[in-house]
C-alpha cells in the first residue's frame, strides 16, 4: 500500500509520512508518556526523590534546544522542592516573534525532554548494558542490572510533559508545519527522496523506538499500581 501510494502521489505520500514521524508519532507518543508517568506520580508520590535525574534531564534539554534555535534563557532551575503548583524545575525564555526560526524552535523546545532522555536512556544502555543495543539478552551482574534498571525509570519521569511544555509546541505548531513542507519539496524536488526511503531509514526505527518508550511507561504504571494494592 506504501509503494502504490508513493508512486500515484508521491509528493502527498512524502508529505505525510514526514508530518506523521516529524509531528504525530512524536506527539502521540509523549501524551502516552506523560499520562503515564503522570498516573506513577499520583500513585507514589515523591517524584523528585524518584524521578530526580529525569527532572533534570528534562530542564537542561529545554534549555539546550532554546539555545539552539535562538532563545534568550532569563531564568532556569533544573531541580526545586515542589512549589504550589507542583514545579519542581523550569525554564523561562523569550523570543522574536517575528523570527521564522525562533517560532519553529517553540516547537522543538516543548518536546526537546523526549530528545534529551532518550539520548540518556540510550547513554545509560550503553554504559551498563551495551548488548542490549544490538539485541542480545546477555544476563548482567546485579549491580549493574538494578542500576540500569533505576536510572531508567528515573529518566522516564522525564518525559512528563507540562502544560506550559504543551503551550509552547502549540505556539511553535503553524510555522513548524510550513517547515516540514518547505523540507519535502527539497527533498522530492532537490534530492529526489522517496516515501519508502524514507520509512525504511527512519520510519520504522522511529515506530519501534516510540512503541518501545510508550510500552515501558505503560509496564511501570501497571506494575506501579499493582504493587500500590497490595
Not at 526560526?101 to 516543548?110: K, M, R, S, T, V
Not at 517547515?179 to 527522496?193: D, N, R
Request: glycine share 10%.
Amino acid at each position: 500500500m506504501l509503494k502504490t501510494m508513493g508512486q500515484d502521489f508521491p509528493f502527498l505520500s512524502l508529505l505525510g509520512m514526514l508530518i506523521l514521524l516529524g509531528l504525530v508519532l512524536p506527539l502521540v507518543t509523549s501524551w502516552l508518556i506523560s499520562k503515564n508517568m503522570k498516573s506513577v506520580s499520583g500513585m507514589i508520590g515523591h517524584k523528585m526523590v524518584i524521578g530526580w535525574l529525569g527532572i533534570i534531564v528534562h530542564e537542561l534539554s529545554h534549555a539546550l534546544v532554546a539555545l539552539i534555535f535562538g532563545h534568550h534563557i532569563e531564568k532556569i532551575s533544573l531541580l526545586q522542592a515542589a512549589d504550589i503548583n507542583g514545579t519542581l524545575g523550569y525554564v523561562q525564555h523569550t523570543w522574536n516573534p517575528k523570527s521564522f526560526y525562533q517560532q519553529i524552535g517553540n516547537f522543538f523546545i516543548g518536546l526537546a525532554p523526549i530528545l534529551g532522555v532518550l539520548g540518556s536512556i540510550y547513554g545509560v544502555t550503553l554504559w551498563l548494558w551495551p548488548a542490549l543495543l544490538n539485541g542480545q539478552w546477555i544476563i548482567l551482574s546485579w549491580p549493574a542490572l538494578l542500576g540500569w534498571i533505576y536510572l531508567v525509570i528515573t529518566l522516564l519521569f522525564g518525559i512528563d510533559l507540562s502544560s506550559s511544555d504543551w503551550a509552547g509546541m502549540r505556539a511553535g505548531l503553524t510555522v513548524y508545519l510550513i517547515a516540514l513542507f518547505l523540507v519535502t519539496l527539497i527533498l522530492y524536488w532537490g534530492m529526489h527522496v522517496s516515501v519508502g526511503t524514507v520509512w525504511e531509514n527512519l520510519g520504522q526505527k522511529m515506530t519501534w523506538l516510540c512503541a518501545g518508550l510508550a510500552s515501558a511507561s505503560a509496564v511501570l504504571r501497571a506494575v506501579v499500581k499493582l504493587m500500590m494494592k497490595k
